[in-house]
Structure formats: structure tokens, C-alpha cells
């Protein structure tokens, strides 16, 4: 790949076309032959695979099991749920045939013949099938709580879909629980945005709202969706995380009972919650800029690659005896380090790959820096780049990485920061909300107004912040009485 | 749970109706309300994960990387390869409209308007949807090897369905590898299917034999088929894994070439491989008994329990305190350990649903062995215990667990040393096959032949075994020149 075609198209040009550029030229993932589906590539499911090891260890420590449910839902079993079948019926993919056969001309056509008698939707949320699981798994209260998490594949038939945000296709889990009190099933749903929020803040380096989604932006058939929200650099909100409450509304559908401690029988009370390779539009867009990826050190695939500059292939291979105990000894602090000694390309041309993949902290060592006992760090970050004394290199890139993670989640949290202002009259907001971020105003709680401020300003109530300022107020748009600021933006 | 209600159906009763009361009451698995398609339960999927991280261990440590490819196969990509489709058009799912609607009566309809241009196969495996792909990753030499795993659920519309064993949904990974050369392919078959023997036996204490397949059993669409073959406690073979070394079927099916290093262009060389969530079958029906699940400790979920025998809550309490470094010992050791003080279920409950459930060790003290300075060791595989002193016990266990882990191999090794002849004429094969077991004997290499035994006998070639007595000899059924010994056996 010559050094041009790794150029992206600036963000200040083209937001959305730098957002395409950079996930096709960094290996990330690109269309596929089916409308609406991804390949993910091998360096962009590197980082997917960090965060799902990531997020798995804290579903586990917080008791969480994994288990496997069907692809396929009954269509039947979808419309048990009123507000479910509403919110996902325009958008199933549906099985009716399994079978094919050979035509007369040699090709396949579908086996009339092998029609299903009652088709089969494949998944786009497992809460019917778990349910209906469920219900063979709950008598008594000594069975509650079932905590299980799934990681599984969902397609939702979305008609404009964009890499990772919103794909036919996605990856993502599932969490599904089920409890014997209301409260227990609240503190859950609770708990699960509060991982989402730390796994956000703490390994993304992305900071986030938390909050209550209003009534018109819930999860089709929860009683409650908590949220984690993020702001992307072009000013545009991105959920990136929902937790459901979801009442007793699914124990209904499916008739699951239990005996409590009493001997009466009740219905179970659930909750689910998910994240999505939706992520990791959330992570690029968060800290990339227009040279590349920037990836917090935490989530990177290699945290660190070293570059041998030499004029011979005799130096190099001395070069590459001289490095060997850093290497280990990054290796031996669990820092992931790639040596790229290949022949077949000149540093400039590495340096600029790794670079555009965003690799936190690069070293680059030639034959003057053994001499002198030095070497070159460069971090991705702020793109700078110092000579340093050789000895004690490793402890100085294990503080970097920790200096990298600090630094753009500050970045993003001061981007945040300087993008989210308050706002008292309509007017004012829909000259705001041009110029993007998020907009904290009053709101007077009614579906009517969000309609209204939707259509006529593009933004939507992101959450009712959980945290932050709870004054009272009167809502922008009617004057009546509005019980806090909610926050509002246009988003992805 | 009551105690008779964890007894499972003797093996030397109904075999079958063994396996499934196993798999049913050690919660590993259930059948969904889908038809042929298995709810995996937290127990069971917890045994899986183990599986799947030591095989990502080893396929990364072999150069491997893991990708993401879409869940739909155009229907039209699936008959670009002759054999192949033939292969699998009889079994697949077929999805051929994206959207419902709510009809007068309430209920869901399929959306007659929203049918598909293009029917959607749901990947029965993954060739044709990746090497479509593979035609925009390659141009020259440069860009290969391209060695890519991916971990995916895979749909085959089966007629009869056992848990684990044949199901229409199924969890597996799939390799599939690109190469400049043939001769790197098939090295890269070899080796993969040799991945997947050193994981049966050193991992699952499985023995396998690795062969190559003959014709008539070869991968819709491979050149060679590479398998490894475990044989089950009732005679029956299990294949457990295989490899396809792929010639240049697919490049040429999706027009896959490449400049090599003189500038010539040339089709691409290709291999694919996998293992399913059938390896929890062959797991399963090769060490357990007709108490419950033998587990090997490399793959066990919780490789000790610790089981406190106490009169009150304060024993208990003091057994709790007096195990804590002992536990500790252990987890530091990496021997994941449970402890289940739970108060709602007795002693002897609790020992035949660890039994039931196939944890390798067992720990069992009460107050007298506090006293005394001892605790109660019982292992499963053997069924025996013995109460040994409580200091130096967590060496005691750490060396059991790799007894253990030896015992059970060399078990099934020794059981599949027995059932293990050598034939000459076809008439002791027909007699010597109802008995079960691997049967040596002599083919002349035809498809016809091996029909007729098929027809005759119900059983087939597992393999063309790699290793082992290479002498020719006369086909047991045409008295034609046979190559080599082949290994029959009926198989699931």
C-alpha cells in the first residue's frame, strides 16, 4: 500500500467519509457481498476481542454466567410481547424454507416442497426465546436469580447501515436475568450500566453520561432503559451501552412463575442488557484524528512495536540481538510489543502504518542510538516523538502507556466538557443545536414535546442524567413544569 | 433436586438414553422450542469456553488470527462450487423476506412486500462468503499467507437431532487459510489436523487416530480430507475434527489469483478446518459412567470442591475460617476450586451432584478432621477416597489433578486398545462389527466397495490411518490389491 493510498479524508472535510476511510484503510472491517453485513478484520476483531475479554471478566465478577440460546425465535413467540414485536417486526429477517435444490439449468433454487410451517425469525434480541427457556428452569425461589450472559450474533434488517454503528449484522451480548423481587431486578439492571460506564471510562477511555432513557427512546418492551451516552468529535451523541428493567412484562408473556418462600406463586421479575461491535465506532470516533487510529493502550492489540533502522541486513540481525532483552522484558510486564523487522518495507512506510493503526507508543532504534546508548519513543497520541537514554526504557514505556490511557480520556472528557452547554429558551437551542453537542435544557417529561423538539431540531433526549444537577425548572418548549435538565443532542 | 431424581439410565441398559438423561441432568444442555436446535446451559457452555480458549491458544500460537464473517451466504455463491453445494443444499435454512407486519387479527404476518431479491442462506460453513472476500484481500504474493479463524454459529438443517452430537444449530470455528503454494496448503492441513490430535488427547484425554478421509467421506469441495476419530464407550466411532486441504476449487469458484514473484498470475491454494460444539459429545461419551460426568481437569469448570461437614452454622463458620488458606493455596496454584458451604442442601446431596457433574476432586472435612489434622480426598475418575492429612494437601491435589488427567486417557486408550482387531476375510468383518470397536482390515480403495460395506454392515472408513502398519495386503471383499490398512467402524 503506497504511502498515499493510506491518506484519509480530513475530518474537518468529511466527518463521515474520515470515519469510512479510517475503518477500511486501518483493517478494521469493510462491507460484505450481503446488503448490510460486515467482515470484520482481523486487527479490528483484535480489538474486539480485547474489549469482549474485558467486559466478560467483569460480567463474571459480578456472577454472571455464560450461556447459549437459539439463533432462530418462533415467529409466534415474538408477538407475545406487545410492545417487542412492535419495535423489531419491521426489521426480522425471516426463515421459511430449509431446503434447496438443483434446477433443470444446473443452478439452485429453494425447495417449494421444504416450507416451514411456521416460520422462524432469526434473533434480533433473544428476550422470547430466554424466557421461554426460562420457564423450565424457575418453580421455586431457590432457583432465582438466573444470571446468564450470551455473546451471539443479532440481525436487525436496517436500511442504511455504516460500519460497526448500525449493521444488518452485529456481534454483541446479551445479559438476561431473572429475580424474585422488583428491587433485586432494578439494582441489576443498575449494576450492569455501571460496568458499562466503568468498562467505558476505564478501558475505552471514552467518558459517559448515565441515565434514564425517556418513554419514547426505551427498549421495546422494558419498564425502564438506563443508557450510557458518549459524544463523538463531530458533535453527534452515541449510545453505546443499555441496561433494561423490564418488570414482570416478559414472566407475563411466557407465563413464568415461582413459588416464593410464602408457597404463592408470583411472577418472575427480569432485566437484560447488551453492548454491540456498535463499540468500537464509539472507541474510533472518540480518539482518532486525521492521521489514524489512536488507540487507548488498554484495548490496543500491540501496545507497543519497535522499528530496527538499518543499513544492512548484518545490522539489523545485530540490532535484533540488541533488543531481544527488552523485548522480554516488556513481554515479562505484560505489555504486548511487535517487532516489525520485515525487509520488504522502509521505515517511513511503517512508521505511517502504525501510525493509521493507532499503535499507542513506537520505538525506533539505528545503529547511532546503540552507539549512544539511546533510543527513539514516539507516541500516537499527541504525535511526538523524543531520544531517550536506552537503559531504563521499559519502565519509561510502561509509564507512557499509563501517561496514553490518562491523556485521551482526559482529551475526550475536555472535549465533552467544552461541547455540552445549557440551555433555557427553544430558540436558543435550535441555534445551539447546530452547532452540535449536548444541550442540557428543561423538558416538561411529555412524548408530545420530544416529538415536536425531534422534528423540528433532529435531537432527541439522549438520558435523564442519573447524576449532575437535579433543579427543578420550567420546560424550554411549554413553560410547564420540568423536575430536572435532561440531555439533549442529535446522535448516530 | 431429589437424589433419584440425578439417576441416570445404566449404560449397559440403553446407551443412548444415557447420554441424553447425562446431558440433561449434569445441565449441560436441553432442545429448544426450535426444532433440532439446543439451549446450552451455564454448566455445559462453562466446559465449552474452556475448549475454546485452549484451541484459540493453540491456533494463535500457530500463527492464526481471528476475523468475523457475515452469518448469510447469497444463495448464488453457494452454487459457484459444484461439489459443495451439492453437499449442502439439502440442509440449509433459507431466509427470503426481512420484514413483518401486524395483521387484522393482531398477530404477525411475514410481509409479503418485503421479500429478498436474492434468497439468504444461513452459513451452513463458510467457504464461499470468505473466499469472496479473500478476492479483494489478494493481489500478489505479498499479501499471503492469509491465516484467518473465525468462532461462529453454523445452521444444517439435520432431520434427526442429538444434543451436542447432530444439532441444527451448532457454535464451531472454521479456519480457512490462503496460500501461495500447494505444497504450503497441505502442510497447513497437516498441521492443523494435528492441532486438533494434540488437543483430543491432551486436553479432552481423548485418543484419536488421525487418517485421511476416503472420497466418499471428503469435505463437499476439499481435494483431501484430513480427520481425527475417537471411538465412544458403545463401539461407535466419533469423528471429532477435521481439516480439508481445499486445492484451487474455491479460487477458481470465486476467480482468486495472484502475481507471484516472477509476475505471473496464479490461483490461490486453500485449506479450511474446524471442531464443534460435537467435541462436548466426544468429551462426554468418553470418560463419564453411569454415576454422571468424568471430566478431565484441564477442561473441568471447577477442578476441586470443598464440601464442609458440619453440625451448626458456628462449625461451620469455623470450618469456613480454617479452610481459607488452603483455598488460597490452591487458586495461587491456578486450580480453580469451589466451595459450597450452602446451607439448603445436605452433604450427600451435595456429593452426588458433584459426582453427577464430574468435577475430578473432591474435599470433604467435618469438625473430628479438624481435630485430627485430616480431610477426606475422593477423586472421580476412580470413584475412591481416603482421608490423608491436611498439610501438604494442596500438593497432594495439584499431583492428583495430573493423575487424574493421565488415568482417564489412559483409560479410554486401554478401552480403545480392546475394541481394536484386525480382519481378513469380510465375513468375520460382518460378524466382529456387531460387536463395535475399530476394525483393521484391508479396501481396495474403490467407492463401490466401500458402499457395499456400507450397505451390508452399516459401517464406513473413519480413515486412511497416517501412522501405523503400512503393509499391503488383498481387499477383504474383492480380493483386489489393498494400499494399506484402513480403520472401519460404525460411527454417530
Redesign the interface.
Known sequence: MAKELKELTPRSVDYSQWYQDLVIKADLA?S???RG??????YG??IW?KMQRQLDDMFKETGH???????????????READH??GF??????????????SPDG??V?DPEARLEE????RPTSET?IW??YK?WIQSW?DLPIL?NQW??V?R?EMRTRLFLRTA?F?WQEGHTAHATQAEAEEEAMRMVNVYADFARNYMAVPVHVGVKSANERFAGAVETYTIEALMQDGKALQSGTSHFLGQNFAKAFDVTFTNKEGQQELVWATSWGVSTRLMGALIMSHSDDNGLVLPPKLAPYQVVIIPIYKSLEQRDEITRYIQPLLSELKSRGISVRYDDAD?KKPGWKFSEYELKGVPVRLALGGRDMEQGTIEVARRDTLTKETLPYEGIADHVAQLLEDIQANIYQKALDYREQHTITVDSYEEFKEKIEEGGFILAHWDGTPETEEKIKAETKATIRCIPLLGDKTPGKCMVTGRPSAQRVLFARAY
Open positions: 469493510e460484505s457481498a450481503v453485513c460486515m467482515v470484520i478484520k482481523p476483531y483484535a476481542e454466567s455464560n450461556a447459549y440460546f437459539p439463533l432462530f425465535i418462533p415467529k409466534s413467540f415474538l408477538s414485536v412492535e417486526a419491521k426489521e426480522c429477517a425471516v426463515v421459511t424454507h430449509y431446503r434447496l435444490k438443483t443452478g439452485v429453494v416460520e422462524l425469525i432469526v426465546i421461554n427457556t423450565g431457590r446468564c451471539a450474533n440481525v434488517w449484522e456481534l520488504n
